[in-house]
Nanobody, 126 residues
């Protein structure tokens, strides 16, 4: 059974940092497009960052550019999201997601992803 499991969330003060991890099990995701999304209470799920399997294409939502960094370790079947200079508006449940390997194009649309983790809460306090 394919599973994605996020970790690393928590409570942090404004300006602080967190590093989220998403480990895949059940199969390898080394050739899959991997993405991070977030959902705040009462809001739709929002694209945060995406990375292709060679790490050759990386995209971010404008609101996190310069503060967040997505990376992956294909040998460890893990994708990361380093979050710096956190703001209260970054508070949300963060999800990692994977596209099927046959879809090599990175996407900002949650509907394009086939596998999802359970999410990890990030709370930024002011």
């Amino acid at each position: 059974q394919v599973q994605l499991a996020e970790s690393g969330g928590g409570l942090v003060q404004v300006g602080g940092s967190l590093r989220l991890s998403c480990a895949a099990s059940g199969r390898t995701f080394s050739r899959n497009v991997l993405g991070w999304f977030r959902q705040a209470p009462g809001k739709e799920r929002e694209f945060v960052a995406v990375i292709t399997y060679t790490s050759g294409n990386i995209f971010y939502v404008d609101s996190v550019k310069g503060r967040f960094t997505i990376s992956r370790d294909n040998a460890q079947n893990t994708v990361y999201l380093q979050m710096n200079s956190l703001k209260p508006e970054d508070t949300a449940v963060y999800y990692c997601a994977a596209r099927e390997a046959r879809f090599s194009i990175p996407s900002k649309n949650p509907g394009a992803y086939d596998y999802w983790g359970q999410g990890t809460q990030v709370t930024v306090s002011s």
